[in-house]
């Protein structure tokens, strides 16, 4: 395997770290196992859905699909995974604001029709009342709809993103009870690795070198990834 790092020394380095793992292979996602636990998510504004399981202790296997694109499915290999899991909430502020906004006028609106002598309900400015009643509802269902909560994990040293999610909210709460085993899942793996550094930066090249033949890494994912691996390396 030739590595793109621009001297000649560390391009030895990444064979060797490559070449002389023996760390035994990731077992096949479709054979018989043991799952420990499992979560299934759906994103109903990017219309796609992920399942991921915990087996074998240290494996997750993870199954994507998304709309107009091919059915993912890897499994990575839960020793070579950052603990920090990553969390990430993204609010419309534009739509937020304008919920605002549009609260203020209808609070406004009430307190109009409440001072004024006629009934409310036969008012002159009632149908423009209602009217901007439902503009504000549904500007504050579509700001709810529009935020959105991601998950990621990336790998240990060489920092590559693994795997992303994006959904509506509650994500993070479906995800609690299935993200508490998984983290205690990584760290009893982290704990299983080898023991020295070496012979774990070398098994974490192989790992990326694996997902980047799955088309889990894009190339320049793995040479960013690669790169860092061999600064820690050295």
């Known amino acids: 395997m030739s590595a793109r790092v621009g001297v000649v020394a560390p391009r030895v380095v990444a064979e060797h770290i490559c070449l002389e793992s023996d760390e035994t292979e990731v077992p096949d996602i479709r054979a018989a196992r043991k799952i420990q636990a499992s979560v299934k998510l759906t994103s109903r504004i990017r219309g796609g859905s992920i399942a991921l399981d915990i087996f074998d202790y240290y494996y997750l296997a993870v199954s994507a699909a998304r709309r107009r694109s091919a059915p993912k499915q890897f499994a990575l290999d839960l020793r070579f995974v950052d603990p920090a899991i990553g969390r990430a909430r993204h609010i419309p502020w534009r739509w937020l604001q304008g919920a605002c906004g549009l609260t203020v006028l209808s609070a406004l609106g009430v307190w109009f029709l409440g001072s004024s002598s006629s009934p409310w309900w036969q008012h002159t400015w009632l149908w423009a009342f209602v009217l901007l009643f439902t ?3 549904c500007a504050a269902l579509l700001c709810v709809y529009r935020t959105t909560e991601t998950f ?14 994006s959904a509506g909210l509650g994500t993070f709460r479906a995800l609690r009870a299935f993200e508490t085993k ?4 990584i760290r009893a793996a982290v704990a299983a690795r080898r023991h020295t550094q070496a012979q774990r930066l070398r098994d974490e090249m192989r790992e990326h070198v694996r997902l980047q033949e799955l088309a889990v890494l894009s190339g320049q994912e793995y040479e960013e990834s690669k790169t860092r691996i061999l600064r820690s390396h050295g």
């Open 182 to 185: 998984l983290a205690a899942h």
């Open 152 to 165: 990621s994990l990336y790998s240990r040293t060489g920092r590559a993103k693994l795997l992303e999610f």
């Open 135 to 137: 503009g504000t509802a």
